[in-house]
């Protein structure tokens, strides 16, 4: 039984031999707070996509009826993502409960989906996730259709949106853009790592 929370995201990555860091832990302390987006502003060589599969996954295998969705910058970065997340759904110690499919993760028995999806793949509205992780946002398309999909799917089912970036301009591209409709939203939340850490 994989649990929820801080605590049941550190056992799940020692679980499957991927302990976490110091600043993955500040990281997943700001997701799993009050703010419903957190921008992760990461280096290079920081495990920024690593860190989106493992609370990707964790929350796939402990929420019930769970609908995951990881925007990527690209194709290929789509594909890079999902194979970190294959490998921890392969693990021994999750043996037979994730079904992999293309780009895609199912927990039967729970209900659950996770999809990666590029953002310049097809339109995407209408999506109605628990769960909405951003890869690289600063590297998506200006057109924006994927990030508003889903800071708007945020209005349907209220949850948290976790954005992963490289650069600060990232971060600022969350916290400039207009919010959909009359709707109001809480500001963005930036979770930094310490400088002087070495790369991963």
């Not at 920081?46 to 990527?72: F, R």
């Not at 990666?116 to 996730?129: E, F, I, N, Q």
């Not at 708007?152 to 949106?161: A, D, E, F, H, Y």
Request: charged share 25%; net charge positive; proline share 8%.
């Amino acid at each position: 039984m994989i649990r929820p929370g801080l605590t049941g995201l550190v056992e799940f990555c020692d679980l499957i031999d991927e302990p976490m860091e110091p600043h993955e832990k500040r990281i997943a302390g700001a997701y799993f707070g009050s703010a419903r987006e957190i921008a992760a502003i990461l280096p290079r060589g920081n495990a920024k996509t690593t860190l989106a599969a493992k609370i990707g996954v964790h929350h796939l295998l402990s929420t019930p009826a769970a609908m995951v969705t990881i925007g990527a910058a690209s194709r290929d970065q789509a594909r890079i993502c999902f194979e970190r997340m294959r490998g921890f759904a392969q693990h021994e110690a999750l043996e037979d409960l994730l079904t992999v499919r293309h780009l895609e993760l199912r927990h039967e028995d729970l209900g659950g989906l996770l999809r990666v999806v590029p953002s310049d793949g097809p339109r995407v509205h209408g999506l109605s996730s628990t769960l909405y992780i951003g890869d690289e946002v600063w590297a998506w398309p200006p057109g924006g259709e994927l990030l508003e999909a889903m800071q708007t799917g945020l209005i349907k089912r209220p949850r948290l949106q976790a954005a992963a970036d490289l650069h600060p301009r990232g971060a600022a591209r969350l916290a400039a853009r207009p919010a959909p409709g009359a709707c109001a939203r809480s500001p963005v939340r930036q979770a930094h790592r310490p400088r002087g850490g070495g790369p991963r």
